[in-house]
């Protein structure tokens, strides 16, 4: 099986956004840069179909050549190959997906997969856009998958609920959290990544759908929640602190 | 000055992370300077006592008040100011570690001290010396400590600069802002040459600052303090290294320890096999062979640090068959992760004794380096003999462990404290200490007998009486 994954170059999420001097874009010194999260969980069920079923997984981001970090990482994960699309820093969804669209038609991949959104601009569009682009079924918010044959089930997180879906291959999927449990880059072969050749290619322009007009830090207010005093709630109480104000 | 005197408005200040509880009347929250100095006068003519309240994140009760009044210092918040060029940063006594962190966060320089609990605040850092995992390479709070603010039992005040009062060999005799007369004399002790935090701090011709750090709010109460900073270094790479084999990892600290290696963190924490064991569940990637654990940090910069993994790595192959399974941290989510894998242990134990009903028994000793794995050694057959169950993880850079004993009946409580006071003896025996970094606080006041002679405490208590006749501030804590 010959897999596809789309990886994004986001801040580190334990870094310190702020504006930059434009108004249009966040300051990017200091900041370090890391794999999408979400991304990672599409690496991850990639690197495990392919020890499953065998065949080659093939990273591709799009940006500059400061991209090649996040290729670097994907290689240490284990990824049989890296490819930059060399050219301006994307911010727009539509000249992403109109070129990882061109290297699909170039590779034929049997699967592509994606995290659900980059948690940078969170434009949530690539999925729903690769699939109308490719003509293939695009299964978004993933968070199981199994793949038998050409035969694809996946369960997708809705409102309230879970929802199970059917398709064949070629699809994409798109990750949410709980897919799997990302596996930690391992020294070595952190060591050897380095060293493994990057295909590089250059990026079509394509003409900008959206551009951002400006950005700027929500403002900090708390917000409060209010539970009643009963037994049951304690242990959401306890749940809360720990996970969501990460205060015990 | 806010006061509550409705118990259930300020129940959670009567404890704080050992559990241990006390009990009061009514909660001080003072909102300037002035309000204290009126309170700690009025406590002296009324009669009244006071204990301080930071965070409550202590291990050993210090805050908790015994029938005193609290006065929490949390209306003093903010963080100052910050000297770019002294690489100095003046905060308020109840800014918290995280709060510190935060603000410095690219600004190029940084706090060393790095105690776990990052909710603490200074004050009670600097109550304790707080100590943490990068202390092997810098030090304690007590070395980052530039000026204090105090306001002493009596009502006075005093504005101390590390470098301006110092001890006549054993002996102190200096003023007050106000002019009174402060003289006293210091045992004539050597305090045990491992990291400590038992006891006041104690040397022939020591700087006066250093007596009140570490002094757990007994002698003067910090108003505010200014913090050294340094150079936040480019760029620092974690990396967590499996052991299969006991020996083999004190070979491998052995070595990193010495001058001639080829790496030289910053940070060596340890996780030993019960450690791993009760963080499995949750982190599932821990290689099944794994005995031990260590997690190191080590400072470079963007150019140095490719051939820093390559020696790295070349280290760990040196010494464990599980070289190849370490994990590496770079970015902030990674190092991050790495920390969040050492925080869980402590909350893992807590939940376990929570579920057992059961106290928490856990040493915080240090040894000479030369003694430390004797000691863990020793450490082990005891608690295997007396089929208890326990966990160790620990500052291994500093011979520093916290040995947590998980007991599940009241009888084998009983069993486990005796073990435990033993562990805690042949520290002393060894020329350790009986509490490296959380101090004695109101819980472990046996311990510190074991450490020094009648003697010794009584001239503590000299100390205390020369700064504080009335027996008005934190008292019950250390002696
Ligand atoms: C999960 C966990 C991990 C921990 N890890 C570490 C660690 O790595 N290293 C370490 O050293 N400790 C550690 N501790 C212990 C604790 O965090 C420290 O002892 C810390 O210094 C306490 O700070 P606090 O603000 O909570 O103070 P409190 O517990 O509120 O008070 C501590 C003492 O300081 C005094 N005090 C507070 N404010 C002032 C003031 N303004 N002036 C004078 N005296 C004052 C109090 O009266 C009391 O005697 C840990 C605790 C927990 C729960």
């Known amino acids: 099986m010959n897999i596809l994954v789309c990886v994004a170059r986001v801040p580190d999420t334990a870094t310190k956004i702020m504006v930059g001097s434009g108004g249009k874009a966040i300051e990017q010194n200091g900041v370090k840069y890391v794999v999408n999260p979400y991304d990672e969980f599409a ?30 990482t994907s290689l240490a994960m284990g990824v049989d190959k890296a490819m930059l699309i060399k050219g301006d820093e994307p911010t727009d969804s539509y000249y992403v997906v109109a070129n990882i669209a061109k290297v699909a038609k170039e590779i034929s991949p049997d699967l592509i997969l994606l995290g659900k959104q980059s948690v940078d601009y969170d434009s949530l569009q690539l999925p729903a856009m690769l699939g109308e682009m490719l003509e293939m079924p695009s299964v978004s918010v993933v968070s199981a998958l199994t793949i038998e044959g050409d035969e694809v089930k996946a369960e997708r997180d809705i409102e309230g609920g879970k929802e199970q879906v059917a398709c064949k291959l070629p699809a994409i999927i798109s990750a949410q959290k709980g897919l799997n449990d990302p596996r ?12 493994k050749p990057i295909d590089t290619r250059e990026a079509e322009k394509t003409t900008p759908k959206t551009s951002i007009l400006a950005i700027e830090i929500p403002s900090k207010a708390r917000a409060g929640k209010v539970m009643e005093a009963t037994d049951e709630n304690i242990d959401e109480v306890v749940r809360l602190l720990n996970q969501e104000a990460k205060v015990i | 000055m806010i006061i509550k005197t409705n118990l259930d408005e300020f129940n959670e200040y009567l404890t704080d992370a050992s559990c241990f509880t006390g009990y009061s009347e009514s909660l001080y929250i003072p909102e300037s300077k002035g309000e204290i100095v009126e309170l700690f006068k009025r406590a002296n003519s009324e009669g009244f006592s006071i204990t301080i309240s930071g965070a409550g994140t202590g291990l050993t009760g210090s805050r908790v008040p015994l029938g005193s009044i609290i006065l929490s210092m949390e209306k003093f918040n903010s963080i100052k100011s910050l000297a770019k060029n002294e690489k100095m940063l003046e905060v308020e006594s109840f800014v918290r570690l995280t709060e510190i962190q935060d603000y410095l966060e690219g600004s190029g320089l940084f706090y060393p001290p790095n105690p776990t609990e990052k909710l603490a605040t200074i004050g009670g850092n600097i109550g304790n010396n707080a100590s943490g995992s990068r202390t092997y390479k810098y030090g304690a709070t007590r070395k980052y400590i530039d000026f204090l603010e105090i306001i002493l039992p009596s009502g006075d005040t005093l504005d101390l600069r590390r470098g301006e009062i110092f001890a006549n060999g054993w002996h102190f005799d200096f003023c007050s802002n106000e002019g009174n007369r402060i003289k006293f004399d210091l045992p004539e002790i050597s305090m045990p040459s491992v990291k400590h935090s038992a006891g006041y701090f104690i040397e022939k011709n020591m700087d006066l600052i250093d007596l009140f750090i570490g002094a757990e709010g007994t002698l003067g109460l910090i108003v505010s303090a200014r913090l050294k900073l340094l150079p936040a270094p480019q760029e620092v790479l974690g990396a967590i290294i499996f052991f299969d084999e006991h ?28 450690s791993l064991e009760l963080l499995r569940p949750a982190i599932s990637q821990i290689p099944s062979k794994a005995v031990y654990a260590l997690w190191i940090e080590v400072e470079s910069d963007g150019e140095k640090a490719d051939s820093d993994l390559e020696s790295i790595y070349q280290v760990a192959q040196k010494f464990t068959n599980l070289a190849d399974e ?73 011979s520093h462990f916290h040995a947590n004993i998980i007991t599940k009946t009241n009888e084998e409580f009983e069993n486990a404290k005796n073990i435990f006071n033993k562990i805690v003896a042949r520290a002393v025996a060894l020329g350790g200490t009986v509490s490296a970094e959380h101090g004695i606080g109101k819980i472990k006041k046996d311990y510190l007998k074991m450490l020094y002679n009648n003697g010794v405490i009584n001239s503590f208590r000299q100390i205390k009486i020369a700064f504080d006749r009335n027996s008005v501030l934190n008292i019950g804590n250390i002696f």
């Open chain 1, 43 to 72: 690496l991850e069920e990639a690197l495990r179909l392919r020890e499953k079923n065998g065949g080659t997984v093939t990273a591709v981001t799009i940006g500059t050549d400061a991209n090649v970090d996040v290729l670097r």
């Open chain 2, 326 to 398: 370490t994990w590496l941290a770079q970015s902030n989510s990674e190092h991050k992760r790495l920390a969040e894998f050492r925080h869980a242990l402590p909350l893992a134990v807590y939940e376990k004794i929570q579920q057992y009903k059961q106290q928490k028994l856990g040493t915080d000793t240090a040894v000479p380096d030369a003694s430390l794995k004797a000691y863990h050694e020793e450490m082990i057959s005891l608690f295997k003999f007396n089929e208890l169950e326990y966990v160790i993880w620990g500052h291994i850079g500093n």
């Open chain 1, 184 to 195: 930690y880059p391992k020294l070595p072969d952190i060591m050897k990544a380095k060293s």
């Open chain 2, 247 to 274: 020996n083999k990892m004190y070979d491998f600290l052995n070595y990193v320890k010495s001058i001639e290696a080829a790496i030289s963190p910053r940070l060596i924490e340890f996780f030993d096999d019960n």
